[in-house]
């Protein structure tokens, strides 16, 4: 059974960079991609990105502040969000990509970005 | 980009009651369309793959159809651990995107 846990400060100040990790269990993180998804308090999701092994693709909306890393040896892999404001609070998901689809997600973490 | 656009936005039906959620796609998306439900404080949880195709453990209540721009996500009859918010997503082409979200609420 695949499972997510999303890890990381769930406090950031404005400015600085928002830094997550996923830890994957069930399953060789080099078989499959990964993606962050995010989704602010009381509104819709956000597909921010994906990797495979260290191969990533970016929403262009985010793309000049975000960057995505896998770290094999730990089966995890990583989001960091530079310069972040406000607006970048929200719940971040990190989710297997099974063939097109997000499944399973992990059970979410909430960052707020406050001085 | 992709727009993904749900209808409606929020529903209020009974237990029994058959409901339809409506996703259009700004484009034709062939049948890459996948349907999620959330539930208050919890991740998304995948429902429906590629269109129509049921994921592993979920009621056979749940079904969807359509492709190329317009889907649906249907549900025959409605149980009490279905009010929930319920997602589409597109994956024909990046950046990936989904709808806006249709809460179903209890009448």
């Known amino acids: 059974q695949v499972q997510l846990q999303e890890s990381g400060p769930g406090l950031v100040k404005p400015s600085e960079t928002l830094s997550l990790t996923c830890s994957v269990s069930?399953?060789?993180?080099?078989?499959?991609?990964w993606a962050w998804i995010r989704q602010p308090a009381g509104k819709g999701l956000e597909w921010i990105g994906q990797i495979f092994n260290n191969a990533t693709n970016y929403n262009p909306s985010l793309k000049s502040r975000v960057s995505m890393s896998v770290d094999t040896s730990k089966n995890q892999f990583s989001l960091k969000v530079r310069s972040v404001t406000a607006a970048d609070t929200a719940v971040y998901y990190c989710a297997r990509v099974d063939y097109f689809w997000f499944d399973p997600w992990g059970q979410g973490m909430l960052v707020i970005v406050s001085s | 980009d992709i727009q993904m656009t749900q209808s409606p936005s929020s529903l209020s039906a009974s237990v029994g009651d058959r409901v339809t959620i409506t996703c259009r796609a700004s484009?034709?998306?062939?049948?890459?369309l996948h349907w999620y439900q959330q539930k208050p404080g919890k991740a998304p949880d995948l429902l429906i793959y590629a269109a129509s195709n049921l994921q592993r453990g979920v009621p056979s209540r749940f079904s969807g159809s359509g492709s190329e721009t317009d889907f649906t996500l249907t549900i025959s009859s409605l149980q009490p651990e279905d009010f929930a918010t319920y997602y589409c997503?597109?994956?024909?082409?990046?950046?990936?995107?989904f709808g806006q979200g249709t809460k179903l609420e209890i009448k």
């Open positions: 997503q597109q994956s024909y082409r990046t950046p990936h995107s």
């Open positions: 484009q034709s998306i062939n049948t890459y």
């Open positions: 069930g399953v060789s993180i080099s078989t499959y991609y």
